[in-house]
């Protein structure tokens, strides 16, 4: 429930509990005085209607309508109104509603109601044929009485009047004598329902307020671990799932911030372990060479040979961690073109297999034969991808009769290469990290598989970069295959799929 549907609510509670007390405390206050409610009617409705011809007929009465028919008898039947039995019985009717009749003339009082029988009474009445006054009262001390007069004239032509009477003395006094019990119910209602909507609104509000706060203490300590308890589903809510979101996106920042950190130290680490390597093999053999070791040509020779070759690491090191990192930082451009994927991974093969052949590996490309298939790619990356994940394999090679097949296929509309070998395999474990910057399955980092670790993470980021992915499957003593999709295209032009590849 929303906190403006809560105040909402709260108000009309607010507005209307505190007179249903009000109510309830008049209703108690009759019931205990009267033993009935009758002093509610006579509080909230001292005029009502009552629809029966009869007076005797009615089952309750109201001195208004009596009044009424009085009225109406004087102008049309005035001998009824001279009936003592009539009259007698209207009195008693009314008496039942503290109510009475008093009647006179110029002369004389011809009736006194028995609930009326007080001289102090007739006095305070007003003279016969008087006019009739607006609210007219008596007030006789501890008394009070709201009148009615009539005046008629007699058959005689003598000027009668009737008066009404009506006792409101029982009222006055249980309102004068519940007073501060009625004002005390009252008050009691609008501090219990002001106070107790106060207290459970607030706290609806202030403690989803204290747990943001408690975790805005604990973010400003740098603990981001604590998560965010959202108990509401209010605009507070809402704040608190924005600051949860908020805390895990600083956490993921922290952490991405350690991390690269850690890459950091550990790429220094590796950069200074890798370069150190070869420049103190390259500064051995040039002092050896000064020092007149070398003494004949050959071994001349093969002092220069080494030299180049360590130099030879030394830039390929440098140039994988200049391509990573502008991989990484997303500068490096790429150039897609539709390429005819079988003849293109022969020509690869072709090129790395004079490299390799020393080593004894062969690299067999399986399925030539094969229709057209066409890829959008990048040549010069996609060379790059299938040069290092073959280096991989040729590097861990632990057999003299070492095999690398290249095998293509067609899933939906992405084609699949696979690169296998028969080499020592990869452990399940260290399965999953294969791919990222600086990771070695050979943690020794030895010159014989030695490298720059980054071969397999630049391939993944450019397969990426293509909208492919890349994975690797392996047991350990059974081989390793590393496969990758490319997305197929129609035909050699490409029939305009090269503009709309999404990268």
Known sequence: MSIRIRLLLSYIVM??????????????????????????????????????????????????????????????????????????????????????????????????????????????????????????????????????????????????????????????????????????????????????????????????????????????SGNLDSSVAVISK??????????????????????????????????????????????MAIKGYVQGIQDGVARTPEKLNRYLQVIYKKVFDMDRLVDDLFLFSKLDLKQEPFTYEPVEIHDYLSDCIEELQLEVEERGIVIERIGEGQAPLYVLADRNKLKRVITNIIWNSVKYMDKEDGYIGVRTYLVGDMVTIDIGDNGPGIEADALPYIFERFYRVEQSRNTKTGGSGLGLSIAQQIIHEHGGKIWATSERNNGTIISFTLKKVVSKEGDGIAKDFDR
């Open 234 to 279: 209010d605009e507070i809510g809402e704040l608190g799932s924005a600051f949860e979101e908020m805390r895990e996106q600083l956490k993921y920042s922290r952490d991405r911030q350690i991390l690269y950190e850690e890459n950091r130290k550990e790429l220094i680490s590796n950069i200074s372990h890798d370069l150190k390597t070869p420049i």
């Open 15 to 220: 507005s209307l509990f505190p007179l249903v007390i009000f109510f309830l405390a008049i209703m108690l206050v009759s019931l205990v005085y009267f033993g009935d409610f009758r002093i509610t009617e006579e509080v909230f409705e001292l005029k009502g209607g009552y629809n029966h011809d009869q007076i005797g007929q009615r089952d309750s009465l109201d001195e208004d309508d009596v009044f009424t028919e009085l009225k109406v008898l004087s102008q049309f039947a005035p001998n009824k109104l001279q009936d003592p039995e009539f009259i007698t019985a209207t009195d008693q009717s009314l008496n039942s509603i503290n109510a009475g009749l008093i009647i006179r003339n110029q002369h004389q009082v011809t009736y006194v109601s028995p609930f009326l029988k007080d001289p102090a009474i007739i006095a305070a009445l007003p003279a016969v044929g008087s006019s009739v006054k607006q609210d007219p009262e008596i007030r006789l001390d501890s008394r009070f009485f709201y009148y009615k007069q009539l005046n008629y004239y007699s058959e005689t032509n003598e000027i009668i009047s009737i008066y009404l009477l009506k006792d409101l003395s029982t009222m006055e006094h249980a309102t004068r004598k519940f007073y501060p019990f009625i004002f005390t119910a009252l008050l009691f209602a609008l501090v219990l329902t002001n106070g107790g909507l106060t207290y459970f609104v607030s706290r609806s509000i202030i403690r989803p307020i204290d747990n943001l706060k408690c975790a805005a203490e604990k973010i400003k």
